[in-house]
């Protein structure tokens, strides 16, 4: 299929298409509809940003048109599962402009959000049901949402529905379905481990796949920066000056880095921003939607918000600390390079990463080139992956090899705080001037606004 007109959809879905600009359908969605239309079950993989999501809600929508069944308050016809809130609002976002043409009503119900208004909308009664594991639970045990007329359930993000612990809870709602009815599966990936999930909940599915597992997007170039731990904040400084005015989106390993980051970013004149587990709902939207804007230019986010962030335009992904699942790489690199754009990814790896980063490479079976344009660039030899010893000593490293104590060596990448001396650099890089010695004023003015 090369247009959407010839995947039989019918006018009013088309007419929301053309009003979003849309005309060529991605691979999954043009090998996908037409077999979901059918009432198939379906496992569909598709590398991230290859329009997973309009690839489900399309046929979704239509089928339920062509039943012309009105709403029943409580009584969802089709239920769409997502392991967070934040990919939970992308699909209702998605429904919204898809269905703006037709008589079709849904909800979206997380956790972290008011109950009132949750219970108002199904008490009103909805077509689609859009909704996280657990709150999805805690609705159905006050009979707020009953199964009865569910033909349809929809995971999306399935693999990682599954690693953040919701199987339990997955099984417990498919069982509350009529015995008759459409399952889908949607991923970027699909490891092994959840084959026999799928044994569970799938009859006879189709499975399509438009890229291997845990491969990245080739319109994404990656590049690798080897630096020392202590050096990872001026590096990032560095980065961001070479993107003025850039969507820019940086992970960090833990909720505390990504405040730290963002407020020591902030200082340092960037328009930045954070998104977290922790952040109130209301909160992260707020956040979301000024990245989308372009009010601030820097988001600092989790693993666990990497995919719940679709927003056009990112440009670069920098990875301050790797991920040691490999498929928290392939997910956060995806966040730029969406659908037909291309985008950077930059992943910063200190001496003690190097196994990490070969592990990432041999799992995506590519290798990231070594970026050594930087003035933070430190040699690290591959033969360093065999020979990596466990290091709990803090407080080394901080600027350079052999020396400098104080907080922020490279055992954490958070604003290091203590004396930093050579080529060392604390600060972010903003405007920097190095002098013959190779000092930077910039990484002075931070190291003592954090002590003050």
């Not at 009103?124 to 569910?150: N, Q, W």
């Not at 599954?162 to 970027?188: M, R, W």
């Not at 992943?347 to 970026?371: A, H, M, N, Y």
Request: aromatic residues 6%.
């Amino acid at each position: 299929m090369t247009q959407f007109s010839e995947l039989n959809l019918i006018e009013p879905l088309q007419r929301a298409i053309d009003a979003q600009g849309f005309t060529t359908p991605t691979a999954i969605q043009s090998k996908t509809i037409p077999a979901l239309m059918e009432g198939r079950d379906v496992i569909g993989l598709s590398q991230t940003g290859g329009g997973k999501t309009a690839a489900f809600v399309l046929p979704l929508l239509q089928r339920l048109y062509e039943r012309k069944e009105r709403y029943v308050a409580n009584h969802p016809q089709a239920l769409i599962l997502a392991p967070t809130r934040e990919i939970a609002m992308q699909i209702g976002h998605v429904l919204r402009g898809l269905s703006k043409f037709l008589p079709i009503r849904y909800t979206t119900v997380t956790g972290g959000a008011p109950m009132f208004p949750q219970f108002r909308d199904l008490n009103r009664g909805v077509h689609i049901l859009v909704a996280t594991p657990g709150r999805l639970l805690d609705h159905v045990k006050r009979g707020s949402v009953k199964f009865d007329h569910t033909t349809t359930l929809i995971l999306d993000e399935a693999d990682r529905m599954l690693d953040l612990g919701f199987s339990d809870e997955v099984i417990e709602i498919a069982n509350s379905l009529p015995t008759e009815h459409q399952t889908v599966l949607f991923s970027a990936t699909m490891p092994k481990s959840v084959d026999r999930l799928i044994t569970k909940l799938l009859k006879d599915p189709v499975r399509i796949e438009t890229a291997k597992e845990s491969t990245t997007a080739a319109n994404v170039t990656q590049r690798a920066f080897y630096v020392h731990g202590g050096q990872k904040q001026a590096l990032l400084g560095h980065i961001l000056d070479k993107h003025p005015g850039e969507r820019v989106l940086v992970f960090m390993q833990t909720k505390a880095e990504c405040d730290r980051w963002s407020d020591a970013l902030r200082e340092d004149g960037r328009r930045v921003d954070a998104i977290h587990g922790d952040k109130q709902q209301r909160i992260r939207t707020k956040v979301l939607n000024k990245f989308r804007r372009g009010d601030i230019d820097v988001l600092v986010a989790t693993d666990v918000a990497a995919r719940g962030i679709d927003v056009q335009g990112i440009k670069v992904v920098v990875n301050i600390d790797l991920p040691t699942d490999p498929e928290n790489y392939v997910h956060r690199i995806g966040r730029t390079g969406r659908a037909e754009a291309t985008g950077d990814a930059y992943s910063f790896c200190s001496p003690k990463e190097i196994g990490t980063l070969k592990r990432i490479e041999k799992s995506i079976r590519q290798d990231i080139t070594v970026e050594k344009d930087h003035p933070f660039h430190v040699e690290i030899s591959k033969r360093d992956a065999n020979s990596q010893r466990p290091n709990n000593r803090r407080g080394r490293n901080f600027g350079k090899p052999g020396g400098n104590r104080g907080r922020g060596g490279p055992g954490r990448s958070g604003p290091g705080r203590g004396r930093s001396a050579g080529n060392g650099n604390g600060g972010f890089g903003n405007r920097q001037a190095q002098n013959a010695n190779g000092e930077n004023r910039s990484q002075k003015r931070f190291t003592k606004r954090q002590a003050a």
